[in-house]
């Protein structure tokens, strides 16, 4: 490993936790693990909670319960709940029976809630008063709270007697009315919120698509149980467009290049082998014309092209349509106007781009047939990738699994035996009837 | 066009403006123009506002300079600037021309600036106080500001006599201090900021990285000139991640579904030319191998097999890299750590699936020699595709280009020709030498 930098303490001291974080995650999570427990507490469990999760998972593993619990304790329940599922079944017990109750509890509760959910992703840290309170209440419950707020706080949340929100009050009422006015006179009851269950790519949909700073979350009773910040919207949306980034490509579990290379290897070995499955599918409508080879082997040299440019242009299609997909700008009726327009495409880009691959096959090998067998393949070809791009996305969403499921192994499939049959199919009827 | 539902003018009304601006992005633009100059003024700017590059620059193009400047006189400085480049230059100083000097002055200040840069996404209102003055100083500045600061206020900003930032009041200190207090007292001096030039992509990773709420903008000579706020990093965050993505397949400029199709033409077609050139030098080694192929046809059934599994592995090296590089976790020293990890799972996974397919190879065919050069072509091509996975992304940072940019399209050229110069060449030589 080239990193051979000594990272001395008082240096890690003085980093803010995110960069200590990724000094230590170039280490060896021994060297990692024993940097920690010599810093404060409080420091050792924030550069924790800016680990990346497959990171995290080997450094948690390795660490004494008796030295994380102090460092966990110092974190937001929500933070905590993130490192918990991290951490192999026994360590969670034994981490969760040795916090005290008033630090268990909350966590305990946040851990019933799926990791993508709002439920997941949410702070239970807010302040709520009740609608015949005064502003002068709000106050003091701020500045009761011991928890850091101040970059998170932005509304007072209305609650009533059964903890259901029915308002919100804007911070800066706040600061412009009079302290003993009521809560009722300033709240806003028209208020938007997102349920617990709300998928966590739906929700940064929401908040982009509006501009939201924060948005209250509620159970199924209404009750307000947390808030999910716009901050924490920005990392799960970058986590999301990893995702799907690499899903397409077979890899699930937003892989990084600090991850570790077993985890690795365990990740993307099915997704190649389902591609070398699919590559056998090519093979075959190959070894079906193996004879019309033998007599032109000529063929075998166009083979590459015709394949490879129904990829790049099916992967164009491909990745317009899954980006649209996970930024929600495609409604019903968005499919049907996706693929008339990218037909479109194909047929023009097959007619250029055939046109000049029919040439060169002409120029190159002097043989008309071929030229026109190519250029007719090449259309063909590229109006299969054309449909392809469209129709893998939106049936994988139809399966509801995720769009950018290993779409471009399917994509590459569909665009390498279409294009080998066209061209191989095109070229045997050239060879017997013609 | 499959959407032909008509949507009446009061419905538009009661949408929220980004709703809105779906709403008419689906219809043809001169529809677009006849609901927006039917609204009210503010709402069709909002509108205006909130819509795809794409579709805006289109609109823009049909509507009159005179129903356009009462619209844009209702919007912030700053998304007028972001309007104003998508008209063409006519319009643009027609509409500059016909603003009002209070509302033209800030906007050509901010229009001075590169749409990616801190100064082409900051937003010009805050409210900026002098040490020497109140609490209660402050107070009065955000009740006399007009424009919509509640969501945005985070923060006092503390300047010098000559505009200089100095520090910031949080504005919790507002709720709970005397209002007779100095700023000099309450404020912090230790204040991140981003300079006017500052990309966004770097901007991006430094919001997510350090979960900051909104930054000041300053320029050469440290005035504070503006503010970048999360909310409008999250869209930013999403514009960054969407273009990485199609920049790797080829495509420039953010396409969406929406985007009319004469554009994508013009944007994919030149891509879709440089792989076709790609594909000529893979289509030239089995050109020198022609004659290996006329005389052992198997072998052409075998090269999609090569060839697609080196392409699907090495896309998924890429996509790590490119990622972890937009999201600013890679630094110097980590490409050689990279490297190592890449070329290991390359064996591993060569080792692995060569056997795989030199057994098929064997059984299909009956031929164990083909079996052995499959076996061997194999692994070879998948420690060349996780080199050329991260080589090729460091190699176009090294030439200062996006390390997406058409990436794809270089790696399946590296995995093509590679894969069938191994393949055909390991066959040439059992041919000839065995």
Redesign the interface.
Known sequence: ???QKELKLFELEAL?P??AA?ELQ?MEPERARNALIHLSKSQAGEILAEM?EDYATGLLDIMETGDLVPMLSELPANEVADLIPEMDEEKQSQVLSNLSIEDSEPVNALLKYEPDTAGGIMSDQFVSVRAEDTLEDG?KQ??AKAFD??????YLYVIDEKQRLVGVV???A???RNPATKVSEVMNNEVRFLRVTDDQEEI?RQ???????GLPVLDQEDVLIGIVH??D???L??AE??E???L????PGE?????P?LI??KR??P???V??L???F???V??VF??T??QW??L??????I???G???G??TL??????MA?G???R??G???L??EI??GV??GL??GT??GL?GYIWKGDMMLGIIAAAAMLLNLVAAAISGIAIPFGLKSLKVDPALAS??FL?TVT?VAG?FFFLGLAYLALNFI
């Open positions: 490993m080239s990193y803010h995110a960069d990724d170039r990346e106050l701020i500045r707020l101040e970059n998170h706080l932005t804007p911070l800066r706040l600061i412009f940064a908040f982009e698509h509006y501009h939201y700073l716009v901050s919207v920005l990392s949306a970058q467009a990893t799907d980034m690499q397409m490509v077979g890899l892989e990084r290049v600090h991850t290379w690795s290897l993307r070995s997704w190649l082998l591609n070398l699919t590559t056998f090519a093979a075959a190959i070894g193996e004879s080879i033998a082997t000529a075998a040299v166009f083979l590459p092209i394949a490879g440019q990829g790049n242009a992967m164009q990745t317009v349509v899954i980006r649209d930024l700008e495609l409604s009726g968005d049907g106007r996706a008339s327009k479109l495409l023009a880009h250029a781009i000049l691959v060169v471009s192994i590459t390498d080998f």
